[in-house]
């Protein structure tokens, strides 16, 4: 929860911070010690935001009363188009603003790709002398590229927003003291 506090004329203002009201008085970092009383003749209003949403998936803004207003993000890719319907070109090509399933997708390949670089030396190594890649090397690959495809997978066939959220690696602990992992991005797979 955070608190923020706005004077008379909308302007936000921070404990430790000092600040010009509108008739050009200057208040000290230490306002924020002001009684209550003091703080209303100033107009000096506290609002509580709320927490925000996730802006992988939400477009957000703080509203004047710390409410959210936020909107999901397109899971699909939008082809754009002008305001005649045409699409709208650039050297030739369609203006394509990817949606949260393209850049999901892209994030993995990316981690992929740099879990297994960790170990291309192996591979390397195998095709310019044929030395065996280690077992435990060769078993990691194959675990990190079948747990990639499994969460491109699951992005593809995510529903909603909601599917797509439930989608993120959690940790929960329980009343017992224990932990429960949820959620199946990103739980990459260690090397032994």
Known sequence: MTII???CHGQ?????KAW???????????WHTYSA???????????VQQPHPDSRLYHWGYNDD???NSTAKSLDDINEVDENG???MEDGVQVVTKGVKSSLIAEVKSQQGALLSQ??????????TGDAIPA???????????KATEMETAITNAADTDAIAALFLTYTEEEDGTTTKSGILYDWPDLD
């Open 86 to 88: 045409d699409p709208i």
């Open 66 to 68: 710390g409410t959210v």
């Open 136 to 146: 435990n090397i060769a078993t990691y690959r194959a675990a990190i590229r079948s």
């Open 37 to 47: 009383e003091r703080k209303a003749e100033l107009g000096i209003t506290e609002i």
């Open 119 to 128: 170990t291309d030396w192996a591979v390397i190594r195998n095709a310019d």
């Open 20 to 30: 010009t009201d509108e008739d050009g008085v200057t208040h000290p970092a230490s």
């Open 5 to 7: 506090y706005k004077c």
């Open 12 to 16: 936000t203002i921070r404990p430790g």
